[in-house]
């Protein structure tokens, strides 16, 4: 699971997703309402902050596209984890730099299971790796 870290105008913020995390495992709901998220590492931040909507001033979000510029703030208020689909991520790390653009992604093939040997290296390298590859198998 992918994190894209959103950090809000309120409290002098970018208004921008500045990066990026594996989760450790899915969000975890608290009794007061709010989720409790860990982090398999560091966050990872963005080359550079990508704003709220794209190049053409459309929305990510689907649910704020339905919805007047104005109101955005409201909508999200208190949905600071929500999920977001695979073209939508792959759109906000495309113009934060972090993947190129999507007609260089590699294309999705048939899944299969091996058993490898692996050497560990440093979480950045990782994340650097999955996010050149689009977060799909080489």
Known sequence: MLALIYEPRRGGGRESYVAWAVLAGPPVALLDG???VKYDGRLIPFPHPCRRVDVGGQPFEPRLKATPKARWGSV???????????????????????IGQPSQLPTLGVRT?????????????????LAAYGFSCA
């Open 34 to 36: 709010l989720f409790e």
């Open 76 to 98: 999200l208020q208190g949905q600071s984890v929500r999920p977001i689909s695979v073209d939508e991520a792959v759109a906000i790390l495309t113009q934060g730099g972090v």
């Open 113 to 129: 299971t091996e058993l490898v040997r692996r050497s560990v290296r440093e979480r950045g390298f990782r994340g650097q790796v």
